[in-house]
């Protein structure tokens, strides 16, 4: 391709800043240093920097953007392909090593010491991290004699003689960055490889890594089998009962039936809508008939009710239910009764999901395998219903959890509104707006606890008016409850369609969104409609009054607060100006010729050479000698 994709700019305005001084900084730093001494080096000098200089970086970082996109553009109108810059390290791929490469011997007459007694060290730290061995290890050099110590130095040097004259005659293998994107390079690389191997080289070689590979393979078999036999033996030891009280692992209790009129299953039938008309006439509260005193549910009426929820068969079908949670869950959804039963009612469903998971841990590895048997039925019929499902024209959606679906019910405007808190309650309420003054700027809480403080101060005496006076409140409420009709309860009414309250209506003969409208007349829901603009406007201006207050203590904190950051001695100033220092003429001359006039300047201003008393003409042979680098020079000047 003609043209080269442009390269983005990074970094904000330490990036261009970088950029410009990365050799200076490099060079301060010393040849040969990481790369992290330089970055921690301009970090420093970064956060030096006054704002105005910064945003002048700033300004040419994002100048090198703008240029960077209408490059860009250009380039992918050319026909360019935007490719993703792979990092340095994911490029340079790790050299593979040459088997023929002559093995260095390493650890010095410690490392033979190890060598050849690995393998007794090995067997006596079984079962403990391998670092154990090496400091079994250690422990026994240290109690070695030197005459003993000395076989194995010798033993050393003799190997690294070895590997020295085998290294005379070694010729590495070509390096190749990332052998895998060459494919020419690689081949011959790997021809090469193979024609420097004798047979007799290649035959041990695959012995050995077939050697290994069994080893591996048998150890691998080994553990496995040992892990069976744990686990047979925990199984076993385990009682075979769940551990509940009394729970057994009898089979799921079947469905209840219902016997429909011959007339209505007739009309089930021709309609398609017998399987659901089934379902729904044996749920508890269908049989129930709704509440008491309602009139019965027939099954004519329910039929009704399907017929007007459901212009077709495909309608009427009902997406099948996902079975969840494994061996777990199937063990779970037989016995949620009995738990739910032992923990006792109206305890949260965490405590049932608790001791749920104590019992089944219980099971052996026989029962459990018995419910993962029956969720594998189970989820296979649910392939096939959902696979009918979709044949019969139904549309998969996504079942949304429990507390997704259940919307916050919203309250009734209408409903008397319960008195709460009991005296102090009355007493702070009329008193709120007092509180809320004495306590402005502070958190909310700082209210209730002064109302709590004068409370407690109270006499008997007053206390005793904001009881009457709770009391009355209550005794209005509990009157007004006697005549008030709740609204009827509907499980999120909003996502309903028309067929959901349609089929309410056919069922139970009312239709909460028409009650709801009806219930209100037009100067109650002016009246529920003003009180909720004044309520809106009186929170509006509290939220508004307590920001200005905190702004308030904010700006008068920071005007008593000392100009200084709080650091030691660190001020918001701008980074103070480098001081100067005049040189000799004849030494600022021999440096300007050198080139090292910028360096020797910043060396004799270090407060370290200033206390030392060294001469300028000291200073710039130390320049010299160093190859210009300031920390050598210092440290040879200082002898640090």
């Known amino acids: ?56 970086y700033q300004k040419k970082f994002e100048e090198a953007k703008a240029k960077y996109d209408a490059d860009m553009a250009a380039f992918l109108e050319a026909g360019g392909e935007k490719k993703s810059i792979k990092r340095k390290a994911e490029k340079s791929a790790k050299r593979k090593k040459d088997p023929a490469a002559p093995k260095k011997p390493a ?7 190890l060598a050849k007694n690995r393998a007794t060290f090995t067997e006596e730290c079984k079962g403990q991290p391998v670092t154990a061995i090496t400091k079994m290890a250690s422990d026994r050099w240290k109690k070695l004699s030197e005459e003993e110590k000395k076989v194995y130095q010798e033993d050393y040097e003799a190997k690294r003689a070895e590997y020295e004259e085998a290294m005379k005659s070694y010729v590495p293998l070509p390096s190749t960055d990332n052998d895998a994107e060459k494919p020419v390079a690689r081949s011959l690389l790997q021809y090469a490889k193979k024609a420097r191997l004798s047979p007799e080289q290649k035959e041990a070689a695959k012995q050995s890594k ?31 009962k769940a551990g509940g009280k009394g729970l057994s692992m009898k089979a799921a209790p079947e469905a209840p039936s219902v016997e429909l009129p011959p007339t209505v299953a007739a009309k089930a039938e021709k309609a398609g809508l017998k399987d659901q008309l089934m379902k729904l006439a044996v749920r508890p509260d269908m049989v129930n008939s709704f509440s008491a005193g309602a009139r019965p549910l027939s099954p004519c009426l329910a039929l009704l009710a399907l017929s007007l929820t459901s212009s077709s068969a495909a309608m009427a079908c009902e997406q099948p239910k996902k079975p969840t949670g494994g061996a777990y869950g199937s063990w779970l959804a037989e016995h949620r009764a009995e738990l739910q039963k032992e923990v006792g009612p109206g305890k949260p469903a965490c405590e049932v999901a608790k001791l749920a998971g104590v019992r089944f841990k219980a099971l052996s590895e026989d029962t459990k395998a018995i419910y993962q048997k029956k969720f594998e039925e189970a989820k296979a019929k649910y392939d096939a219903d959902m696979a009918a499902f979709l044949e019969a024209g139904g549309e998969k959606k996504s079942i949304k959890r429990k507390a997704e679906k259940s919307a916050k019910r919203k309250k009734d405007p209408a409903a008397p ?32 606890k002064l109302a709590s403080d004068r409370w407690k101060k109270l006499s008997e005496e007053d206390k005793k008016v904001y009881q009457e006076d709770y009391e009355a409140k209550k005794a209005e409420y509990e009157e007004a409850m006697k005549s008030y009709v709740p609204l009827p309860s509907t499980d999120n009414d909003a996502e309903k369609p028309a067929a959901g309250w349609l089929l309410q209506y056919a069922l139970f003969g009312d239709c909460p969104v028409l009650a709801k409208k009806a219930r209100m007349s037009p100067e109650q829901k002016e009246a529920a409609k003003q009180s909720k603009d004044a309520e809106k406007a009186q929170a509006k201006d509290k939220k508004a009054a307590d920001k200005q207050a905190k702004a308030d203590a904010k700006a008068s904190k920071a005007k008593a607060a000392p100009k200084k950051a709080g650091g030691k001695g660190l001020s918001m100033k701008a980074a103070p100006e480098a001081p100067s220092v005049e040189l000799p003429p004849t030494v600022a001359a021999k440096a300007e010729k050198a080139g090292l006039k910028d360096q020797l300047m910043k060396l004799a201003v270090r407060p370290d050479m200033v206390n030392s008393g060294k001469s300028h003409g000291a200073m710039l042979k130390a ?18």
Request: proline letters at 6%; charged letters at 30%.
């Open 1 to 56: 391709m003609a043209s080269e994709q442009p390269k983005k700019p990074t970094g904000g305005a330490y990036g261009s800043w970088l950029a410009e001084h990365r050799a200076e900084l490099q060079k301060e730093v010393g040849p040969g240093k990481p790369a992290c001494e330089v970055a921690k080096l301009a970090g420093v000098r970064f956060k030096a920097l006054s704002e105005d200089t910064k945003a002048i």
């Open 623 to 640: 320049l010299e000698e160093s190859g210009g680098l300031i920390h050598p020079a210092k440290r040879a000047l200082l002898g640090a």
């Open 107 to 113: 650890g010095g007459a410690f490392g033979c010491f």
């Open 210 to 240: 077939d050697a290994e590979k069994a080893q591996a393979k048998e150890k691998k078999a080994a553990d496995k089998q040992a892990k069976a036999d744990a686990k047979a033996s925990k199984a076993k030891a385990a009682p075979k």
């Open 417 to 448: 509104k319960k008195p709460a808190g009991g005296a102090f309650g009355c007493f702070l309420a009329k008193n709120r707006a007092t509180f809320t003054e004495e306590c402005k700027g502070q958190p909310v809480t700082a209210i209730t």
